[in-house]
């Protein structure tokens, strides 16, 4: 394939008379249709393949209800032609390029990686952590550490940094000594199933609308003092590809409405180990309609929504899978050192692949830009 790289702006235009194949059929294409709507990508894409059996042959609902059909690698090979151009849209794109290298009907290809293209072309621009002139949300740092393992040396070090940046700051571990995980169904499932981070996902909402202050994962690392962020009623921010992600990091005074309307949808969630739920449902999917329902837009940029400030990525979650480094800017305030405690480990291998080989993609690019100037 030839791989190649520009803006998604590029994009929109360079290849506005081709037809579009996603390889990955989960967030990412979600993504690129909603925090670009402009383009209408929407209408342009054809199938989306995955290599997740269970997928293939089912259908897919992009923005605007258009369903299109999960394919699988070799019907891709099979559909692809001179009109179509394939982006892959997944965590797991060095996985993918090594597969599809394999097929020479694919030599001439042109390639696209969405993680790259929103990622590494964007401007950067300051956005002021302070809306309101008075200080509302309380110098408290709330974790959770259920399963009474030994923590990491990382998780060890990211508390340090909270205590480094913000020396006047109290702050709470909850466990199964001091907190009651059989206040919801959801939360009691996934304890006696051993997915302690599901059990994290109700019992930082409840914690903070009881008393207030911040949530942090113990993989977060703090960069610089947070005390701007206290002048807000609440604050939330963006992960990677256009969802609000509490496991980040957030804050809010007690009883603040969005963090109780999240914690009533909790109510309707159920735990199934024997289905896979917990690991089909992450808390980023579970929570997002209650964020659109109060207005959000999907799309990363600073929002107001219910009274709660929603900042974009570059705020707390710096790190993109399978990058070799954080794209930590002048609005970083911590870096989420995301652990996939959910992941299974053929997935956690292909995260590592993509960064093993993430200098080897990158010089792809500059060949491919080389033999273009050269024509």
């Not at 892959?88 to 060095?94: C, G």
């Not at 837009?297 to 009274?307: A, H, L, Y």
């Amino acid at each position: 394939m030839e791989l190649k790289h520009c803006s998604v702006q590029e994009f929109a235009h360079r290849t506005a008379d081709k037809k579009i194949i996603c390889f990955g059929a989960y967030v990412m294409p979600l993504s690129l249709c909603r925090e670009y709507e402009e383009y209408h990508f929407e209408d342009r894409i054809l199938y989306l393949a995955d290599n997740d059996q269970q997928k293939q042959g089912k259908e897919f609902t992009l923005p605007g209800g258009k369903k299109r059909k999960i394919i699988s690698a070799r019907q891709l090979v099979e559909l692809a032609d001179n009109d179509t151009v394939l982006i892959i849209t997944s965590d797991y794109f060095a996985a993918i390029i090594e597969q599809l290298d394999k097929y020479p009907q694919l030599d001439h290809m042109h390639c696209y990686i969405y993680p790259f293209m929103k990622y590494d072309m964007g401007h950067t621009e300051q956005i002021p952590a302070r809306h309101s002139t008075t200080l509302q949300i309380p110098k408290t740092i709330h974790c959770i550490w259920f399963g009474k393992k030994p923590k990491t040396g990382l998780m060890e070090q990211c508390i340090c940094s909270w205590k480094k940046y913000c020396p006047d700051y109290e702050i709470i571990e909850w466990n199964e000594d001091n907190y009651d995980i059989s206040k919801n169904p959801f939360m009691k499932a996934s304890y006696d199933a051993g997915k302690y981070g599901c059990v994290s996902d109700y019992a930082r909402l409840d914690i903070v609308c009881q008393y207030g202050g911040i949530y942090f994962d113990t993989d977060v690392e703090v960069i610089k003092n947070i005390d701007s962020m206290l002048y807000n009623e609440a604050f939330f921010g963006f992960g990677n590809y256009g969802r609000v992600a509490t496991g980040l990091g957030f804050g809010a005074v007690k009883q603040h409405k969005v963090v109780k309307k999240l914690l009533e949808a909790y109510g309707s969630f159920t735990f199934d180990q024997g289905a896979g739920l917990w690991a089909q449902a992450t808390n980023t999917i579970r929570e997002e309609p209650v964020f659109l329902e109060l207005g959000l837009k999907p799309k990363d940029m600073f929002q107001t929504v219910g009274g709660a400030s929603i900042f974009p990525s570059d705020f707390m979650a710096p790190m993109i899978p399978g990058f070799c480094s954080s794209r930590i800017t002048c609005n970083t305030i911590t870096i989420h050192h995301n652990r996939f405690s959910w992941a299974s480990k053929e997935q956690l291998q292909e995260f590592q692949k993509s960064g093993n080989e993430y200098e080897n993609i990158r010089r792809r690019f500059q060949e491919g830009e080389a033999a273009e100037g050269d024509l």
